[in-house]
C-alpha cells in the first residue's frame, strides 16, 4: 500500500559527494517524518537524520556539518546530500518514513530497500 523507492547511492571517492533521494507513494494520508538510516557490515542499523513534518530535523553526531537533509512535502520526497564522504560512512542506506495511511488510524513505519554507498580510493 505504501513504498518508499531510494535511488542515488553508489561509488565515490574521500571527499566526494553523495546524494540520495527516496519518494513515497501510495496510500498516504500524511508523512509525519522522514528520514536515512544506514548499516554496515557487521553493525547494527543507526540513525542517520531525519526531517519532521514541523521542519525540525536532526542528525547524528558523526555526519553534522557534513550531511544535510530536506523533504519536499508536496512530493513525499526526502533527499540526503552528503558532502565530505570518509570511509568510514560506507554502509547500505535505508529510507525510512512514519506515515498515517487515514486520518483515524494509526501512523505506521515503512522502510525502502536500501542503497549501497561506498567511500574509497
Known amino acids: 500500500q505504501v513504498q518508499l523507492v531510494e535511488s542515488g547511492g553508489g561509488l565515490v571517492q574521500p571527499g566526494g559527494s553523495l546524494r540520495l533521494s527516496c519518494a513515497a507513494s501510495?496510500?498516504?494520508?500524511?508523512?509525519?517524518?522522514m528520514g536515512w538510516y544506514r548499516q554496515a557490515p557487521g553493525e547494527r542499523r543507526e540513525l542517520v537524520a531525519i526531517a519532521f513534518s514541523d521542519s525540525s530535523t536532526n542528525y547524528a553526531d558523526s555526519v553534522k556539518g557534513r550531511f544535510t537533509i530536506s523533504r519536499v512535502n508536496d512530493k513525499n520526497t526526502v533527499y540526503l546530500q552528503m558532502n565530505g564522504l570518509i570511509p568510514e560512512d560506507t554502509a547500505v542506506y535505508y529510507c525510512n518514513a512514519i506515515i498515517k495511511r487515514d486520518s483515524w488510524g494509526p501512523p505506521y513505519n515503512y522502510w525502502g530497500q536500501g542503497t549501497q554507498v561506498t567511500v574509497s580510493s
Open positions: 501510495g496510500r498516504i494520508f500524511s508523512i509525519n517524518a
